[in-house]
């Protein structure tokens, strides 16, 4: 019996705008080079991601996530020093 073989993806815009989504991509591909392919376009990043398991998909994602929010909320954190000097 041949059995195909299923594949899950995810596909997500962050609209987080081009700067940021530089910087991020930058601090975040070391870690998902493999899993995740990260793509800044004009508006923010492109986040792309496929698994042969929804479970590793679900955990690729979460991961993903977490690292994201500590780029994103470090950088708004800069930004709103700089702003109230």
Do not use: Q
Not at 19 to 32: G, M, Q
Not at 41 to 49: I, R
Request: glycine content about 4%; charged content about 30%; overall charge positive.
């Amino acid at each position: 019996m041949i059995r195909d073989k299923m594949t899950y993806s995810f596909r997500i815009m962050l609209p987080v705008g081009r700067h940021f989504a530089e910087i991020i991509k930058r601090a975040l591909d070391p870690e998902n080079y493999v899993y995740i392919k990260l793509k800044v376009k004009e508006e923010g990043l492109m986040v792309e991601c496929v698994s042969d398991s929804a479970g590793s998909l679900l955990h690729t994602i979460d991961d993903f996530f977490w690292c994201f929010s500590v780029a994103y909320n470090t950088l708004l954190d800069i930004k709103n020093k700089k702003n109230s000097k």
